[in-house]
């Protein structure tokens, strides 16, 4: 008889479940906030401060240790000094110093700040950490735990859109989950599910996912997100083959086109397309309106403190909305990374800032100039350009976890190509 082949399970310290771990560690850290919040909101209990810090260092403790077990990449990717590795590194450092040292300076009087160092501290430097150390073999359980992810929360919010849950403004159906939170996880899921390499017999199924969460990170009526899913979308099908792209370009347009119907039947439809009218009168509140004086009004005020800034989210909303809304001299952030390194940090954050998004930018080029594509340099190249697309147009420079990730995750396969010259 033929001896039976003994099967063993993998070790926790095998490759197998070191990538596992990892991959599904960066899927939750960037898209799986929605799971805390939805689970709170299931037992009818609100957020505290104390429970979203436990989860954030529950999550920022994993991203540690997945960096760890993988450190022999991250050892590997550092040592080989490729320039735009080298660069990000130095620069990211450099930003997250003077950022919690100009919090803990300038602008220790903001509640708001300090919240945005935590995240920095907790949950942007960590997941940064375990993005530049995932190895490729991790990306595509990454890729597929990131549409996992965002294939959920869809699935939840067209549940509550076939229930008749409506609103007069942006669309949310997880309490305390912020509209533009409840766009962005959608929209990461299907830009992962885009450059993930699967079989052809999950063809159908694909575009179906494809459909659904497109649509979903519509729905919310957040500006931004869509945007963003705009150019990381498009980026990531046009690295794909053709008879691919071919496939999937009409079902992101249906995706498009459900979402506005959704939008438009939910209620969110009216703060996407115009204003916000409910309960002003005839005065209508623009978003785009809000932006362009929160744009202008830091870019006058850069001169006044050019060299350290005016501190982190010290931007005090002056707008003639504001005033009608009743929050004027409130402080918040000018909502454009870029605009907030140089008005917040001054030249001391504008310049480690524009080497952080420069350095990615350079490894990207070189990696979609190069003739052979992987899924792991599709995903990379797609969450890169939404993270920063979103960050120039709703970003806060300590909270921006995926622009942190993205970059550290394409510098890290930039890295890789090093060992081959």
């Known amino acids: 008889?033929?001896?039976?082949?003994?099967?063993r399970r993998p070790r926790i310290g095998s490759d197998s479940m070191r990538h596992r771990f990892a991959a599904w560690t960066f899927a939750v850290s960037l898209n799986g906030f929605w799971l805390y919040l939805g689970a709170l909101d299931t037992v009818g209990r609100a957020p505290r401060t104390s429970t979203t810090a436990a989860w954030y260092a529950l999550v920022g403790l994993a991203c540690l240790v997945g960096a760890w077990l993988n450190r022999d990449t991250l050892v590997v990717r550092l040592r080989r000094m490729a320039r735009p590795t080298t660069w990000f590194v130095v620069a990211a450092l450099v930003l997250a110093a003077w950022f919690l040292l100009n919090v803990v300076l300038v602008s220790h009087t903001s509640s708001l700040s300090r919240t945005f160092a935590a995240l920095l501290v907790l949950?942007?430097?960590?997941?940064?950490?375990?993005?530049?150390?995932l190895p490729r073999e991790a990306l595509a359980p990454a890729a597929v735990g990131?549409?996992?992810?965002?294939?959920?929360?869809?699935?939840v919010e067209w549940a509550a859109f076939v229930h008749g849950h409506s609103t007069n403004e942006r669309f949310s159906p997880i309490a305390n989950l912020d509209p533009i939170s409840a766009a962005q996880i959608p929209a990461l899921g299907a830009i992962a599910l885009l450059a993930a390499g699967l079989p052809k017999r999950f063809g159908v199924l694909r575009m179906t996912a494809?459909?659904?969460?497109?649509a979903g990170s519509v729905l919310p009526g957040s500006r931004g997100p869509i945007v963003a899913i705009v150019f990381g979308v498009l980026?990531?099908?046009?690295?794909?083959?053709?008879?691919?792209?071919?496939?999937?370009?009409p079902a992101i347009v249906v995706g498009l086109v459900l979402g506005l119907i959704g939008a438009a039947h939910v209620g969110s439809g009216e703060y996407l397309s115009s204003a916000i009218t409910g309960g002003f009168g005839s005065n209508q509140i623009s978003t785009v309106h809000i932006r362009r004086e929160w744009w202008s009004t830091a870019i006058k005020a850069v001169p006044d403190d050019p060299l350290v800034g005016h501190g982190v989210a010290m931007f005090v909303d002056n707008t003639p909305e504001a005033h009608r809304l009743g929050v004027a001299g409130?402080?918040?952030?000018?909502h454009n990374s870029p605009l907030e390194s140089i008005y917040s940090l001054g030249l001391l954050g504008a310049i480690p800032y524009a080497v952080f998004i420069v350095s990615p930018l350079t490894a990207l080029i070189a990696l979609v100039g190069r003739r052979l594509r992987p899924s792991a340099v599709v995903l990379g190249v797609g969450l890169w350009v939404f993270a920063f697309?979103?960050?120039?147009?709703?970003?806060?420079?300590?909270?921006?976890?995926?622009?942190?990730?993205?970059?550290?995750?394409?510098?890290?396969?930039?890295?890789?190509?090093?060992?081959?010259?």
């Open 330 to 334: 409130e402080r918040t952030y000018p």
């Open 389 to 421: 697309a979103n960050a120039n147009v709703s970003g806060e420079i300590g909270a921006d976890a995926v622009v942190w990730a993205a970059g550290a995750l394409v510098v890290g396969l930039y890295a890789d190509t090093a060992a081959a010259r």
């Open 146 to 155: 990131l549409a996992v992810l965002g294939a959920g929360y869809a699935i």
């Open 1 to 7: 008889m033929p001896k039976q082949i003994a099967t």
């Open 123 to 133: 949950w942007s430097g960590p997941t940064a950490l375990l993005g530049l150390s």
């Open 235 to 249: 980026a990531t099908v046009l690295l794909l083959p053709r008879r691919t792209w071919l496939v999937l370009t």
């Open 210 to 214: 494809v459909v659904v969460m497109v």
